[in-house]
């Protein structure tokens, strides 16, 4: 390497960050899109479901089909995500849950940046396979 060149490295690495100011919003529906897609990648999770309030604002033809189930708190830079879901039969709970906040904070903190302070996991049904049912009823007979 030249002298040139490396006195031009010096001063690069001497020169202090340049932080440049912006002014990003990020929408609570983009945080709960993310929060719903997170989630419902886990195993053992079988859907979101629907609060009251999203249950009436989907009749009345909002569409919000990937943040159904999921209540976004943003205080400043951090954010509290409140997940209702379905859990398949037979699956531990707790440990759905644990995989599901981590899968949901991780997401939430790579691709927007904000600090999730908590996800809070409401479990409010549990869900069967319909193709375990049919199998059980034919080997029953």
Excluded: C, H, R
């Excluded at 943040?67 to 699956?91: A, P, Q, R």
């Excluded at 790579?110 to 996800?119: N, Y």
């Amino acid at each position: 390497m030249s002298e040139k060149a490396k006195k031009e490295t010096e001063e690069i690495v001497e020169q202090p960050n340049v932080e440049i100011a912006t002014n990003l919003n990020i929408s609570e529906d983009v945080i709960g899109i993310i929060a719903g897609l997170a989630a419902s990648e886990v195993e053992g999770i079988a859907g979101m479901t629907l609060g009251f309030v999203d249950g009436i604002n989907q009749i009345l033809g909002s569409n919000k089909k990937y943040s159904k189930g999921v209540k976004i708190e943003l205080d400043g830079k951090k954010v509290t995500i409140d997940l209702y879901v379905n859990v398949t039969y037979g699956v531990k709970i707790p440990d759905v849950a644990w995989a599901a906040q981590n899968a949901v904070k991780n997401a939430v903190e790579t691709m927007t940046g904000l600090e999730v302070s908590a996800v809070n996991i409401n479990v409010q049904g549990i869900t069967f396979d319909k193709k375990e049912d049919k199998e059980t009823e034919t080997t029953e007979e």
